[in-house]
Every structure is written in C-alpha cells, then in structure tokens.
C-alpha cells in the first residue's frame, strides 16, 4: 500500500565529518499511511532515507535511496502526487566542478524503495535549483525553483512549474525575474491561504509575490518584513 497522506514536514541541517564540507540542507517530509514514515536526507551527493511504521517513535537505518554518478543531489522535497505515487524533486551539480546541472523531478511507486531514472525540468538559462516541495490549490499543482534567467545575470529569478496530477510538470515560468527587480529571488516558498491566494516568499529579499489564479499571473508586493533568509 503506497503512502496516502503528507501529515508534516521536517528540515535540518548537518555535516559530513568525513569531508569537512559545508553543511547540506536535508529537506524531508514525513508521509503517512498506518502509519510509517520517509524522511530524505542529502549525505555527501547520496540521498539517503529512513522509514519508520510507529509514528516517528523509531526508525529504521538510514540507507541509499538515489545515487548519480558524477553529480551531488541536492535539496531533496517530496510530495504524494494525485495517483498515491512518491514524487521527488532535487538539483543536482557536478561533483567535480560545483556547476549547477539543473532540476529532476523522480517517481517512486512503492513508497519511496525504488525510484526511476527520472526526468529534467528545464528552468532559466542555468543554475536551476529547487528545495521547496509544490502545493495544491484549485486542483492545481505548482512547484517553485529558481536560477538565472540569462547568461548576463548576477541574480537568482524566481519560476513556477504547474501540474494537473503532480506528476508530469509543464515548461517553468517566470515569476520574480531579479535582475529586473534587483532582487535575489533564491530558494522561494510557497504559502496558500484561507482565501486560496499564493504567496511566494524568497530569501534575501523583503519582497513577495502573489497570486490570485493558482499561479497563473503573479504580483510582487512588498512584505511586512525587512528580509528573508
């Protein structure tokens, strides 16, 4: 039986010792069904999981779950698509370089043991990242990510992907494009509120945007915040 419910999400931080690198996001969501439990955590390049079957009390070792030769996969998210499958976005950069080689989205089946080979979700011009999972609203999927949206740019933009089914992601559009705006749209979130309207928040930036149309046009407005981060 596949995982039915999302029913909270838990980030942290932590560090490999053995590489002395800097500490990578873990990004994971736990997903419920009698109930058990996958959190996803970015070790070294390898995504790794976990499960439990008590409600989070306990857990199972960790183990490798997703894994590409030559590439570091980061900012892991994940989210129960429509038909019960286990959808996954992550970007990934090159091991050796540290170049960005943009965004995949990935399905796993049989609640997250297997996983396949996964598709590319072209974003901007380069540096397509993501970290943040999709939220529903209106019977509409969208995802946020974020990366430059020309080889002349020095700032982070901020796009939107849609789904009808949470699986299959149409072609990004522009939401924030920093540059134009001299904002650092990087890392955005999304937010539905009672009345349906998105907000998308950013870091480094005391700026939002909004929608009224499930993502379909967007309004950048200032925030009651002087940044985000």
């Given at each position: 039986?596949?995982?039915?419910?999302?029913?909270?999400?838990?980030?942290?931080?932590?560090?490999?010792?053995?590489?002395?690198?800097?500490?990578?996001?873990?990004?994971?969501?736990?997903?419920?069904?009698?109930?058990?439990?996958?959190?996803?955590?970015?070790?070294?390049?390898?995504?790794?999981?976990?499960?439990?079957?008590?409600?989070?009390?306990?857990?199972?070792?960790?183990?490798?779950?997703?894994?590409?030769?030559?590439?570091?996969?980061?900012?892991?998210?994940?989210?129960?698509?429509?038909?019960?499958?286990?959808?996954?976005?992550?970007?990934?950069?090159?091991?050796?370089?540290?170049?960005?080689?943009?965004?995949?989205?990935?399905?796993?089946?049989?609640?997250?043991?297997?996983?396949?080979?996964?598709?590319?979700?072209?974003?901007g011009y380069s540096g397509a990242s993501c970290g943040n999972p999709p939220v529903k609203v209106g019977g509409r999927w969208v995802l946020p990510l974020y990366a430059f949206s020309s080889s002349r740019s020095t700032r982070f933009s901020a796009y939107v992907a849609s789904s009808t089914d949470g699986i299959t992601f149409g072609d990004?559009?522009?939401?924030?494009?920093?540059?134009?705006?001299?904002?650092?749209?990087?890392?955005?979130?999304?937010?539905?509120?009672?009345?349906?309207?998105?907000?998308?928040?950013?870091?480094?930036?005391?700026?939002?945007?909004?929608?009224?149309?499930?993502?379909?046009?967007?309004?950048?407005?200032?925030?009651?915040?002087?940044?985000?981060?």
């Amino acid at each position: 039986q596949l995982f039915q419910r999302c029913f909270t999400v838990v980030s942290a931080l932590f560090q490999n010792p053995a590489t002395d690198r800097e500490p990578a996001r873990a990004a994971a969501e736990m997903l419920a069904d009698e109930p058990a439990g996958l959190p996803l955590l970015n070790d070294d390049g390898t995504l790794r999981a976990a499960w439990s079957s008590d409600a989070g009390a306990t857990w199972t070792d960790h183990r490798e779950v997703l894994a590409v030769d030559g590439s570091d996969l980061r900012d892991p998210s994940l989210w129960v698509a429509d038909d019960g499958s286990l959808m996954m976005a992550t970007y990934y950069k090159n091991s050796s370089t540290g170049t960005i080689r943009g965004v995949w989205l990935h399905r796993s089946t049989d609640g997250g043991a297997t996983w396949d080979s996964g598709r590319q979700l072209t974003v901007g011009y380069s540096g397509a990242s993501c970290g943040n999972p999709p939220v529903k609203v209106g019977g509409r999927w969208v995802l946020p990510l974020y990366a430059f949206s020309s080889s002349r740019s020095t700032r982070f933009s901020a796009y939107v992907a849609s789904s009808t089914d949470g699986i299959t992601f149409g072609d990004p559009q522009l939401v924030v494009d920093g540059d134009a705006e001299g904002v650092q749209a990087a890392e955005p979130g999304l937010n539905v509120l009672p009345s349906g309207a998105l907000v998308m928040t950013m870091r480094t930036t005391s700026r939002w945007a909004t929608s009224r149309d499930a993502g379909r046009t967007w309004t950048l407005t200032a925030s009651p915040f002087d940044s985000a981060s």
